[in-house]
């Protein structure tokens, strides 16, 4: 609904979406019980991520 309403002019952008959800429901925060653990897996999904995988040629000679 607040995606039509920016297609409708009645919202301006996306961040103006934030503020309308930020002020319509109270914000929760959740912290991890063992922040070492997400930190270490952070760490590998930056590690894996950070990976370049060049394109494969579709392009077959005979």
């Excluded at 920016?6 to 429901?25: K, M």
């Excluded at 070492?36 to 590998?44: I, L, N």
């Amino acid at each position: 609904i607040l995606v039509q309403a920016v297609g409708a002019g009645d919202l301006g952008n996306f961040s103006e979406i934030r503020g309308v959800v930020e002020s319509s429901f109270p914000i929760k925060t959740f912290s991890p019980r063992n922040p070492d653990q997400w930190t270490e897996a952070k760490e590998k999904y930056d590690s894996l991520n950070s990976i370049r995988i060049e394109p494969v040629s579709t392009n077959r000679r005979r």
